[in-house]
């Protein structure tokens, strides 16, 4: 059995390389592990120091022959296996692991699983990672005590006691030290400004695991992220995408080292926390799911904010591209765990101060883009609604109004939901990716989304004014609220304007979260 064991001395590890099983004295390769990484030495003889002159004539070469039959002889006793090692021997090679290397042995098998959980060792790692605080060079005494008595413990406690206590302990300090990078928020998002630092500081990542019927599961890493104003983009492409009619399943995971500091040379191999964000079902990938296509793709929206790219021809998987916003996506991609996805604080309602005001005060930014470029990016202030806008459940916050013309807006550049694989890319004209974040009077986000959304023909305005141009219009919706966007193509400068946009927040979500009763 070879696996990397990292930091163990080499020692160690050229004692267990260079034991030949017995009766097997002539050159042999072996493999030994150095720095993480698997190397293939080739050794002389027991009796010879490597590269040494091998003795001449017909007694020595028949001699030789004579070694290397009984090497290549198949026996039970020339394989070297570190599990046949006593658990003392093996115990003290763990001892000289880190705690990542440490983890990786745990997951050997029962055997090493158990030694893995030794508490003298991850006790030694624990006071290693976390001494006592120095101050003038000195250790205070009672902390010193502290420790010795719990050296002299370790003993006693559950097998496994300390490894626990030092992994709560490594959490505890990462969610510290993603809480002050976090606390900064944006004045008109609402949102923190450091996101690019917090994914940096913690490692972040996300994959994909898609599940087949019969059981099996492929991990896909990202290929591509980028971070906008107000939502991160994630996207998966390749050339090993499993048969799309054996998927039953795709689960969106966050993925965090355990250890800070080891995101820059980012491995499979290493012990990372999953965290489920969102459980999605291939079967609802119909033609009512379908956003657009062009002449090399069609492609899909599983809410909530999934794209699924298929290939026209063979209807097979291209690309898988994830749409996070920013709202409590740090909790969400770290706090879950693999089978059960984080669960937000339930709300305590604040009470509204002038309920016969209705919605005041409110805020919203809202952003359409796509491969980077971004073609709408506005910030709206003093948002309002009293009770005479109830629309069936809903409550109606107009934000650019048809009669106000000095509130029309265009979107810069060409709308389009931009893709690529590995070989080809592309655009498709009618889509693109909106963000939305809308705060209550309090500064807190009400409604957020982030979420691919389709340009369609639509009747032009009746209760606004004429305008010259083909009307088009935006529709988004969900659990809280729905958005309504009209616009007008102006051929003459080639370009969409915003006529209309106006959001329904579902009067269940404002009563729970103001604890009214409108």
């Known amino acids: ?143 010193k005590t502290d420790l010795s008595v719990n050296l002299l413990s370790a003993g006693d406690k559950e097998a496994g006691y300390w490894k626990k206590e030092y992994l709560t302990k490594q959490i505890a300090s990462v969610k510290a030290a993603l809480a002050r990078v976090l606390k900064p928020l944006h004045p008109h998002t609402g949102l923190p400004m450091k996101t690019k630092e917090a994914l940096r500081v913690s490692g972040l990542g996300w994959v994909i695991i898609l599940r087949a019927a019969d059981g099996r599961e492929y991990t896909m890493e990202h290929a591509d992220l980028s971070v906008n104003d107000s939502s991160v983009t994630v996207v998966w492409y390749g050339k090993d995408w499993p048969p799309l009619a054996t998927l039953s399943t795709l689960d969106l995971c966050g993925v965090t080292p355990v250890f800070m500091g080891q995101s820059r040379t980012p491995s499979r191999i290493r012990p990372r926390w999953h965290s489920l964000i969102t459980k999605y079902q291939l079967s609802q990938l119909t033609e009512s799911s379908a956003v657009g296509g062009d002449r090399l793709m069609r492609v899909f929206c599983l809410p909530p904010g999934l794209v699924v790219g298929l290939w026209k021809r063979e209807e097979e998987l291209a690309f898988v591209m994830a749409n996070l916003h920013l709202h409590c996506l740090v909790e969400r991609s770290m706090l879950g765990s693999p089978a059960v996805p984080y669960e937000l604080p339930p709300h305590t309602p604040v009470s509204d101060d002038s309920p016969e005001r209705g919605l005041h005060g409110y805020r919203l930014h809202v952003d359409m883009h796509s491969g980077g470029v971004s073609c709408l990016c506005g910030s709206f202030h003093n948002l309002s609604a009293s009770k005479g806008y109830l629309e069936n459940e809903y409550m109606k916050l107009t934000v650019i109004s048809f009669k106000n013309n000095t509130e029309h807006l265009p979107l810069i550049g060409k709308v389009g939901l931009s893709w690529k694989t590995n070989s080809f890319d592309g655009c498709i004209k009618s889509c693109s990716i909106m963000d939305l974040t809308l705060l209550e009077e309090y500064g807190k986000p009400f409604w957020c989304f982030s979420s691919p959304v389709c340009v369609r023909c639509c009747p032009g305005p009746s209760d606004g004014p004429n305008f010259l141009g083909e009307a088009y219009c935006v529709d988004y919706s969900d659990s809280e609220g729905r958005l309504h966007m009209e616009l007008v193509w102006v051929e003459e400068t080639e370009e969409y304007f915003i006529v209309s946009l106006a959001l329904y927040l579902r009067l269940a979500k404002v009563n729970q979260w103001f604890g009214t009763q409108y």
């Open 1 to 143: 059995m070879a696996m990397p064991f990292g930091a163990a001395p080499a020692a160690w590890l050229l004692w267990l390389s260079f034991r030949e099983p017995r009766g097997c004295r002539g050159a042999r390769r072996v493999q030994v592990w150095k720095d993480g990484e698997r190397q293939c030495l080739k050794l002389g003889s027991l009796g010879t120091r490597p590269g040494a002159m091998l003795p001449a004539g017909p007694a020595a070469l028949s001699r030789r022959a004579r070694q290397d039959k009984v090497c290549r002889r198949p026996s039970t006793g020339c394989s070297a296996s570190l599990d046949s090692l006593p658990s003392e021997v093996l115990l003290k090679i763990l001892s000289y692991l880190d705690a990542a290397a440490l983890l990786c042995a745990g997951c050997v098998n029962r055997r090493f699983y158990h030694l893995a959980n030794d508490n003298f060792i991850w006790i030694r790692i624990y006071s290693t990672a976390f001494s006592p605080r120095r101050s003038h060079w000195r250790v205070d005494p009672a902390e």
